[in-house]
C-alpha cells in the first residue's frame, strides 16, 4: 500500500488490536470482536476503518440498523480505504442489493487492486449481474495474482465463454491443461473439466475433435462419467453424420430403456421422426415394435409405438398396453393414454377397447373353476371409462359410471377425488369439494389428498376452511398454514389462494399473494449466487452453465406467469378506479376478515416484542448473518391497494414476459394495458402489433383495438416525436376510414359463434353507448345452438353484465344454471350459501340413518 | 381355482379408520357409535381389529373386543364384513384364521373362546361359521333392538390349551 492516510494509520497497540478485530470477526467471536472495537475506538473514535469492523459485527449480532448506520459512517471517515468499501459492500451483498454491492467492491478495487478475497466476490457479483465481460476482466487479474490455483483458469475459460467468446475460452483451457502434472487417477474434478472442454469444443461446432477428446480421455479413464461419455457420444456421432452413431444410441437405449430421449435421439439419427403426421411413421413404428419386443419390461417404446400407430394396427397395439395397465390398476393409465386424444379415431378406439375390458371384467365366471376376473380390473376399468367420459365433456356419464363403481367399492379414495374433479369440471365447486372431503376422510396420513381437498375449498371460494386443511400438515409453530406453505415456496398454494381471494374480491390479499409468488422467483434468482464460487472449486462446469442457462429463463416459468398477469390486472384496476384500494369490500369486513386482522395484529406485535426481545439480546455470540430479518408491514395488503405506483409496479412485473414468454398473447394484452395507461403510446402500439401478429381474431385485442384509437383521438395533441409512427399503427390496427361501430359489427358477423368474441362485442357496444337493450340481446345469442357455450365464458359474461348493471343478469344467471344441469356456481347468494354448508358438513356415512343406531351390547 | 389377488392387513389408527367407517355403512345394517370407534383403536386390541386389503385396495374389516366374565377371557367378534364383489375369495377365512391365531397366542389374560351373535335370518354368515369350528351354544331373544328379525343365534368356538386350529 503506498501512502496511508494520517487517520488511517494506528500505533503499534492499536494496529495489533485491529488485527485481531479481524481475525475475530473471521472467527464469528463477535462478543470479542465488539469489545476490541470499542478499545479502539476510545482512543480513535474516527477510525473509518474500526467504525466499519464494528457496524459489520453488529450487523451479524442482530442489531443490523445500528451496524449499517456504523458502517455508512464509517466509510465516510476514509473514503479511500479498501477495508470500508468492502464491508460496505458486504452490507449490500446480505441485503440482495448486487448492483451496489458490485459499486462497492470495485471502490476498494481502486484502493487495493490485488486483494484475492475482493476479487473473487467481485467476480462471483459479476456472475450474477450478468455483466459478463467484467467478469473476464476480473477473471484475468485473479489468474494473473495466482496462476497456481486450477480454479482461476478454468474460471476464465468459463468467463470467456459465458461472455461469448468460446475461441479464447478454448485456449485458455488448453493452455490450463498442459501445465497440469501428476493427475490422480479417476480425479472427479479433472474429469468434469475435460467433460467441460468437449462441451466447449462442441459449443464450437468442432464435433470430429470433440469426439478426438471424449474417446481418448473416455479410454484412458480420465473421464469417469459414464453415462456423459455414452450420451455426448452419440450426440457427436450424429452430428457428424457418421455410421456409428446408430449403435451409439441403441447403446444408449438398451442402457436405460425407459428413457423418451434417447428414443428420440436414435429415431432423428436416422433421420425419421416421432411425428405421427410425418411419412416416416411407419418405419418408425416398426423400429419402436422391434425395440418393445427387444426390451420386453420397458413402456417407453410400447407408448410411443401407440402415438405413431393407426387403424387397425392401433388397435392391435393399445389392446395389450390398456389390457394390462387396467389389470395392473395402474390409476395413472388414463393420463397416459390422454396424449392420443388429440386423435378422435383413436378415441373412439380406446373406447371400444375399454367398454369391452369392462364386459370381460364383469362377465358372470361360466363355471366355478374358470378363471374369472378380479373384481380390482373391472373396479379399475370403470375409473377409466369414467376419466374418458369427464374428458370428452360428458360429465353426468361419467358421474353415472362413477357412482357404479362406489358402489363396487366405496373405500378406494380415487374415486372420490375423480368424482369431485367430474363435479368441479361441471361447474359444481362445492360438490367437488364435498366429494374430495369424502376421499380425504378414508386415508388421514396421505399428504395429496390433504393438498387436493384443500385446493378444492380454496376453489369454492371456503378459503378459511382451506386453511384449517392445509394446518393439519404444515409446522405448528408457523404464525399460520399459509405462512409455512409460503416459506416452502409452495407455488400450488399461493397461486390457487391468490386466485381464491381474487374471485372473492379481496383484492388486497390477492395482490399480496400474487406478490408473493413473485418473491419466490425472486429468491430461486438468488439462489444461483452460492454456486458461482462452489460450482467453480469443484470443476462442475457443464451442470452450472446449465443452472446458468435455466436461471435466465426463470421467469417463464406459468406461475410467474399468472401472477404477473393478474397482478398487473389487479394494478391497471386500482389504477382506473382507486376506492377499490380503500376499504373497498362493501366497507364491512366479513368475520373471516375479522379474524384474519386481529390475527395479523397479534403476528404485528409479537414481531414488534421479538426485535424488542433482539435487541436485549445482543450480549450473544449467536452470528445472525447479514440478511436482513424478514418482516410483514402489510398483513392484509392494504399497503399495496393504496401504493402510489400501481402502473409502474405493474410493468416491472410484466418485463421479463416480454422475452420470456412472448409468444403469449396475454401478455401483449397485459403490456398494453398498462403503457396505454401511462401514455406510453408507441410502447403501447407495438404491444398491440405483436398480438396482432399471434392471434389477430382475438376477442381481447378486438376491444383493445377500438379503445385505443378512442383514447388516441382524445389526447389534445398528437405526441410530437412518434406521432406519425403512432398514426401509422393506428391505421395497421383500426383502419380510419371504418367507424368503430362498423368495425364492431364486421367482427361480430366473422365470429358470431364464438362466446368470447361475442362477450368483446358486447362490451364494445357498451362503450360505445349502444343502446343497453341491443347490448344484452348480443349477450343472449350465447345460447343459440350454433355456439359452443362452455362454463368459463360463460362465469366472464355474468361478470360483465353484473359490472355493467344490466337488468337481464338475473335471466342470464338462470338460464346458464339450466344449461349446465350439474352446476351450481349459477345458483343465488342464498342457495349457495346452502351448498356451502352442506359441503363444510362432517363426511356422510350414509346407508343407515341415525335412528337405526344400534350399538354393541355391553 | 381362480385366480387370487394379494390380500393383506393393515392395523387401524385414526388416520385410516375413516375407511372402517366407510365399510361398516354399507356392509352391516347397524350404525355403530362413537364409543365403538373409539375402542378399536385402543392398543390392547390391536391384533384384533383389521383392516383387510386386497390388491391394494381396501375390502373388508374384522373388529373385536376382549372380554373379562365369570371368570373366563373371550374375545368378542363385533363386526367382520368384506365387499360383495370381494366375497368368495377366502378373505372372511384369512381374516378369521388371523384373529384366532392372535387369540390362540394371546397370554394376558389366556384367551378362552372366541364368539359372536349373528342375525337369524343370515344362514349363509351361520354357515361360515360352522365351517370354521363355531358352534351355536344358543339363542339371544331380543339381540337387535333396532332392526328386525330381533334374534340373533350366538356362536362360540373354544380354545384347548394346545396350539391354534
Known amino acids: ?858 | 381355482m381362480s385366480t387370487r389377488g394379494v390380500y393383506s392387513f393393515a392395523s387401524l389408527t385414526p388416520n385410516n379408520i375413516g375407511t372402517v367407517r366407510k365399510l361398516n355403512s354399507v356392509l352391516f345394517p347397524i350404525k355403530y357409535s362413537e364409543k365403538f370407534y373409539q375402542d378399536i383403536l385402543l392398543p390392547e386390541v390391536e391384533d384384533f381389529c383389521k383392516l383387510v386389503y386386497y390388491n391394494d385396495v381396501p375390502v373388508g374389516t374384522v373388529c373385536c373386543r376382549l372380554e373379562n366374565k365369570n371368570g373366563e377371557a373371550s374375545l368378542y367378534l363385533m363386526t367382520m364384513g368384506i365387499l360383495a364383489p370381494y366375497r368368495s375369495r377366502e378373505l372372511g377365512s384369512a381374516s378369521l384364521k388371523l384373529i384366532s391365531d392372535a387369540a390362540a397366542a394371546h397370554a394376558k389374560p389366556k384367551i378362552d373362546r372366541i364368539y359372536l351373535h349373528v342375525q337369524v335370518s343370515n344362514a349363509d354368515a351361520k354357515r361360515f361359521y360352522e365351517r370354521h369350528g363355531f358352534t351355536e351354544v344358543g339363542v339371544h331373544v331380543g339381540y337387535y333392538k333396532k332392526i328386525a328379525p330381533h334374534d340373533a343365534w350366538i356362536l362360540e368356538k373354544r380354545f384347548s390349551s394346545q396350539a391354534p386350529e
Request: proline residues 4%; hydrophobic residues 40%.
Open chain 1, 1 to 858: 500500500m503506498s501512502d496511508i492516510p494520517a487517520k488511517r494509520a494506528l500505533p503499534s497497540k492499536e494496529s495489533a488490536l485491529f488485527k485481531e478485530l479481524l481475525t475475530l470477526y473471521e472467527t464469528r467471536q463477535l462478543k470479542k470482536g465488539l469489545k476490541t472495537a470499542d478499545q479502539i475506538l476510545k482512543k480513535f473514535p474516527e477510525h473509518g476503518e474500526t467504525t466499519c469492523m464494528k457496524g459489520l459485527v453488529l450487523a451479524h449480532m442482530g442489531r443490523r440498523e445500528e451496524g449499517v448506520d456504523l458502517v455508512r459512517k464509517g466509510v465516510r471517515f476514509d473514503l479511500t480505504s479498501h477495508i470500508c468499501w468492502h464491508v460496505y459492500g458486504l452490507i449490500h451483498k446480505g441485503e440482495k442489493n448486487y448492483e451496489e454491492a458490485l459499486k462497492c467492491y470495485k471502490q476498494a478495487l481502486k484502493y487495493d487492486k490485488e486483494n484475492l478475497n475482493i476479487l473473487r466476490d467481485a467476480a462471483q457479483l459479476e456472475t450474477q449481474l450478468r455483466i459478463y465481460d467484467g467478469l473476464v476482466e476480473t477473471r484475468h487479474t485473479l489468474l494473473r495474482i495466482r496462476p497456481a490455483m486450477r480454479q482461476h483458469w478454468v474460471a476464465l475459460a468459463v468467463a470467456y465463454h459465458l461472455n461469448g467468446n468460446l475461441t479464447e475460452a478454448k485456449k485458455v483451457l488448453e493452455h490450463y491443461e498442459s501445465t497440469l502434472k501428476n493427475i490422480p487417477d479417476y480425479d472427479v474434478e479433472h474429469s468434469e473439466t475435460m467433460l467441460y472442454h468437449v462441451r466447449l469444443l462442441e459449443d464450437l461446432g468442432e464435433f470430429t475433435e470433440a469426439l478426438a477428446m471424449l474417446d481418448v480421455n473416455a479410454k484412458d479413464r480420465v473421464i469417469v462419467d459414464k453415462t456423459s461419455i455414452m450420451e455426448i457420444r452419440a450426440r457427436l456421432l450424429a452430428k457428424l453424420g457418421s455410421d456409428e452413431a446408430e449403435h451409439a444410441w441403441r447403446v444408449l437405449v438398451e442402457h436405460n430403456p425407459d428413457c423418451y430421449q434417447y428414443y428420440e435421439g436414435y429415431i432423428s439419427n436416422l433421420g425419421l421422426s416421432l411425428d405421427v403426421s410425418d411419412a416416416s411413421a411407419p418405419k418408425t413404428l416398426t423400429i419402436l415394435e422391434e425395440f418393445a419386443t427387444q426390451l420386453p419390461k420397458a413402456t417407453a417404446p410400447r407408448r410411443l409405438a401407440l402415438t405413431l400407430a393407426s387403424g387397425d394396427h392401433f388397435t392391435e397395439l393399445v389392446t395389450p398396453y390398456m389390457l394390462s395397465g387396467l389389470k395392473k390398476g395402474i390409476p395413472s393409465l388414463f393420463s397416459d393414454m390422454k396424449g392420443l386424444y388429440t386423435d378422435e379415431s383413436k378415441q373412439q378406439i380406446i373406447e371400444k377397447v375399454a367398454d369391452d375390458a369392462r364386459n370381460q371384467f364383469s362377465a358372470e365366471p361360466s363355471s366355478s373353476t374358470s378363471k374369472d376376473a378380479e373384481p380390482t380390473s373391472y373396479l379399475w376399468t370403470l375409473y377409466f371409462i369414467a376419466q374418458h367420459h369427464s374428458y370428452l365433456g360428458r360429465h353426468a356419464k361419467a358421474i353415472e359410471i362413477l357412482d357404479l363403481a362406489l358402489s363396487h367399492t366405496p373405500t378406494l379414495p380415487e374415486l372420490h377425488m375423480f368424482k369431485g374433479r367430474v363435479l368441479k369440471r361441471a361447474g359444481d365447486l362445492f360438490g367437488g369439494a364435498r366429494c374430495l372431503e369424502d376421499a380425504r376422510s378414508l386415508d388421514g396420513q396421505d399428504r395429496f389428498l390433504n393438498t387436493k381437498s384443500a385446493k378444492y375449498r380454496l376453489r369454492a371460494g371456503m378459503v378459511d376452511e382451506a386453511s384449517a386443511l392445509f394446518g393439519l400438515f404444515t409446522k405448528k409453530d408457523a404464525p399460520s398454514p399459509g405462512a409455512d406453505l409460503e416459506e416452502m415456496q409452495s407455488l400450488l398454494y399461493l397461486v390457487e389462494a391468490a386466485d381464491a381471494y381474487n374471485r372473492n374480491g379481496n383484492l388486497g390479499l390477492a395482490l399480496k399473494k400474487y406478490m408473493a409468488i413473485k418473491k419466490v422467483f425472486d429468491e430461486i434468482e438468488d439462489d444461483q449466487y452460492d454456486f458461482h464460487g462452489y460450482s467453480l472449486r469443484k470443476f462442475t462446469v457443464n451442470i452450472y452453465l446449465n443452472l446458468l442457462s435455466w436461471e435466465d429463463r426463470l421467469r417463464s416459468h406459468p406461475a410467474y406467469i399468472k401472477a404477473a398477469l393478474s397482478a398487473s390486472a389487479i394494478f391497471v384496476a386500482l389504477h382506473d378506479n382507486p376506492s377499490l384500494g380503500t376499504g373497498a369490500t362493501s366497507g364491512e369486513l366479513t368475520s373471516a376478515q375479522k379474524k384474519a386482522k386481529q390475527k395479523a395484529k397479534k403476528a404485528a406485535e409479537k414481531l414488534k416484542e421479538d426485535a424488542k426481545k433482539a435487541t436485549h439480546q445482543t450480549n450473544t455470540n449467536d452470528d445472525k448473518g447479514l440478511e436482513p430479518p424478514a418482516k410483514d408491514d402489510d398483513p392484509d395488503g392494504s399497503k399495496l391497494l393504496q401504493c402510489t405506483d400501481p402502473l409502474e409496479r405493474a410493468a416491472k412485473l410484466l418485463n421479463p414476459l416480454a422475452t420470456l414468454a412472448e409468444s403469449k398473447i396475454e401478455v401483449w394484452i397485459a403490456t398494453y394495458d398498462v403503457a396505454v395507461r401511462r401514455k406510453k403510446y408507441l410502447q403501447a402500439s407495438k404491444a398491440l402489433m405483436r398480438a396482432v401478429a399471434i392471434d389477430a381474431e382475438h376477442p381481447e385485442l378486438h376491444i383493445r383495438r377500438i379503445e385505443f384509437r378512442q383514447t388516441v383521438s382524445a389526447l389534445p395533441e398528437t405526441p410530437q416525436v412518434s406521432g406519425s409512427l403512432l398514426t401509422e399503427s393506428l391505421n395497421k390496427l383500426l383502419p380510419e376510414e371504418v367507424s368503430a361501430e362498423a368495425f364492431n359489427s364486421q367482427y361480430l358477423q366473422r365470429h358470431s359463434t364464438s362466446a368470447p368474441a361475442i362477450l368483446a362485442v358486447a362490451k364494445v357496444m357498451l362503450k360505445l353507448q349502444t343502446p343497453r337493450e341491443q347490448v344484452d340481446d348480443t349477450v343472449f345469442t350465447v345460447f343459440g345452438t350454433e355456439v359452443p357455450l362452455d362454463i368459463k365464458s360463460s362465469l366472464s359474461i355474468l361478470s360483465f353484465l353484473r359490472s355493467s348493471k344490466s337488468p337481464r343478469e338475473d335471466e342470464f344467471r338462470t338460464r346458464c344454471g339450466e344449461k349446465f344441469e350439474l352446476s351450481t356456481v349459477f345458483k343465488s347468494a342464498e342457495e349457495l350459501e346452502k351448498l356451502r354448508q352442506v359441503a363444510l358438513a362432517p363426511p356422510q356415512f350414509d346407508a343407515v340413518s341415525s335412528d337405526k343406531t344400534e350399538d354393541v351390547m355391553p
